[in-house]
């Protein structure tokens, strides 16, 4: 009996850390808390890329990107045009590893315009 039992208790704990492995593995496949797309100007940009070798440096899958001590203070933006207003840049957000690379490779492309501001798509980063 005793020996069913253990044998029982094996065959679970194995699929059970089979399961575990399995979620492990996809969750860092997929980051839930990651953005899907960023929204930036050409001063946001700057920064980013500025410190860009720090944000690299974290030893974490997801990486908290935070640039909101690079706004300029007492600087007025220019009037949005009465047609459709820019989009509210990001100061803060998340990305994977990989979107992190992808985001400074979409930054650095030539022609990128990214004044009044510019959404990047991160889903394409992977």
Do not use: H
């Not at 997929?30 to 944000?55: H, I, P, R, W």
């Not at 600087?75 to 100061?91: C, F, G, H």
Request: aromatic share 6%; charged share 20%; with cysteine.
């Amino acid at each position: 009996m005793k020996k069913s039992f253990f044998s029982w208790r094996a065959t679970v704990a194995g699929l059970a850390g089979g399961l575990l492995l399995v979620a492990n593995a996809s969750a860092q496949d997929t980051c839930g808390l990651c953005a899907k797309q960023v929204v930036l100007n050409s001063e946001l940009a700057t920064c980013f890329l500025d410190q860009y070798d720090q944000f690299a440096k974290t030893s974490s899958d997801a990486v908290v990107v935070d640039l909101s001590s690079c706004a300029s203070r007492g600087v007025v933006e220019a009037l949005p045009s009465p047609n459709k207003a820019p989009a509210e840049p990001d100061m803060q957000f998340i990305v994977s590893r990989p979107q992190l690379a992808c985001l400074k490779k979409q930054l650095e492309a030539p022609g990128v315009v990214l004044d009044p501001s510019a959404t990047i798509e991160l889903d394409s980063c992977k």
